[in-house]
C-alpha cells in the first residue's frame, strides 16, 4: 500500500509517518474514543484510510513538522562545513601542490594491479617448476622457477594486506563526511517528538475517530425464516355408494339379459314336404 505524500511531507520521512500510523492503531486499546476500532472498521481498513488521507492528517502538524526539517537541515549543514576543509585540501593538492591526488591515484592502482599480477605470476612459476622437478633428471633451474614462484606469493599476500588496510582507512576517513538520518542531537531529538506527538493527537486520532463515527455498526444478523410446516395428506373421501345399489366387493355379478334381447327378428321358416302320386314314378316301379 503507497501512501498519497503530502506536498510539504519529504520522502525520507514518509516510513516514519507510517510507524506513527501503526502504533496509534497498535494502542488503540488505550483511547476509549478508538474502542470500537476492529468492529466498525478493521485495523486494516483503518490504516488504508489513514494513508490515503496523508496530506489532510500532517496539515494538523505543519508547524512542528516545518521546524523539525529546519533543525535537522541545520545540523547537516554544520557536518558538512567540519569536513568541508580537509576536501579543500585535497583538490588544492591535485590542482598545484606536490602531487597528493595523483599520488593517490598511482597507489591505488599499484594497490589493485600488485596483488593481481604477483598472485598470477606466482601460480605460473609454481606449477612450472613442480613439472620440471618431476622431470628426471630435473633441470636446473627447477629450483630457481620454485624460489620465484614463493617469492611472488609472498608479495600478492603483502598487497592483498595492504589492500585491506587502505580500504579500512578509507572507510574511517569518509565516515565523519557521512551525514546521519537522525544525529543523537538534543535540539533535533525534542523537534522530532514534538512533530510526533502534534501529529498523533492534532491529526491522527481525530481523523480516526471521525471515520470510526461516520460508520455505521454493524447490524445484527436476521434470523432465518422458520420452515413452513409441512400440510397432512389429504384424506380422500369416499363417495358413499347411491342407496339401493349393491356395492362391488372384489368381483362383480355376471350380466343377465332376457331371451329376446339381442335376438334377432327374422324366425326360422319351415314348408311342408312335397310328395307325388305313384303313378309319376318309374315303369320298372309300377304297381302290379
Known amino acids: 500500500m503507497h501512501m498519497n505524500v503530502a506536498p510539504h511531507l519529504l520522502t525520507e520521512d514518509r516510513a516514519e509517518f507510517e510507524r506513527v500510523v501503526d502504533d496509534a492503531l497498535r494502542n488503540a486499546h488505550?483511547?476509549?474514543?478508538?474502542?470500537?476500532?476492529?468492529?466498525?472498521?478493521?485495523?486494516?481498513?483503518?490504516r488504508a484510510?489513514?494513508?490515503?488521507?496523508?496530506?489532510?492528517?500532517?496539515?494538523?502538524?505543519?508547524?512542528?513538522?516545518?521546524?523539525?526539517?529546519?533543525?535537522?537541515?541545520?545540523?547537516?549543514?554544520?557536518?558538512?562545513?567540519?569536513?568541508?576543509?580537509?576536501?579543500?585540501?585535497?583538490l588544492a593538492d591535485g590542482r598545484g601542490g606536490p602531487g597528493v591526488v595523483g599520488g593517490a591515484g598511482v597507489v591505488a592502482v599499484v594497490t589493485v594491479l600488485a596483488p593481481l599480477l604477483a598472485g598470477t605470476a606466482a601460480v605460473i612459476f609454481l606449477l612450472v617448476g613442480a613439472v620440471l622437478k618431476m622431470l628426471d633428471p630435473a633441470p636446473a633451474f627447477a629450483d630457481a622457477l620454485l624460489t620465484a614462484g614463493l617469492f611472488f606469493g609472498s608479495v600478492a599476500a603483502a598487497g592483498l594486506l595492504w589492500a585491506g588496510a587502505g580500504l579500512l582507512v578509507t572507510a574511517l576517513r569518509n565516515s565523519a563526511t557521512e551525514v546521519p538520518a537522525e544525529a543523537p542531537d538534543d535540539e533535533l531529538t525534542r523537534a522530532r517528538a514534538a512533530w510526533r506527538t502534534a501529529l498523533l493527537e492534532r491529526g491522527l486520532l481525530p481523523f480516526l475517530r471521525d471515520a470510526l463515527a461516520a460508520t455505521p455498526p454493524p447490524s445484527a444478523p436476521t434470523p432465518a425464516p422458520a420452515p413452513a410446516p409441512t400440510p397432512a395428506p389429504a384424506v380422500r373421501k369416499q363417495t358413499p355408494p347411491p342407496a339401493g345399489r349393491i356395492p362391488k366387493v372384489g368381483y362383480s355379478g355376471p350380466d343377465f339379459t332376457s331371451p329376446n334381447e339381442g335376438a334377432s327378428d327374422i324366425r326360422p321358416s319351415y314348408s311342408s314336404p312335397d310328395f307325388t302320386s305313384p303313378d309319376f314314378g318309374s315303369p320298372e316301379r309300377r304297381p302290379e
Request: aromatic residues 4%; proline residues 3%.
Open 30 to 46: 488505550a483511547h476509549p474514543d478508538l474502542a470500537e476500532a476492529g468492529t466498525r472498521l478493521s485495523t486494516a481498513q483503518l
Open 49 to 90: 484510510m489513514a494513508l490515503n488521507a496523508t496530506a489532510l492528517i500532517t496539515t494538523a502538524a505543519a508547524t512542528e513538522y516545518d521546524h523539525f526539517v529546519k533543525v535537522r537541515e541545520q545540523l547537516r549543514e554544520q557536518v558538512r562545513a567540519t569536513a568541508a576543509p580537509d576536501a579543500a585540501e585535497v
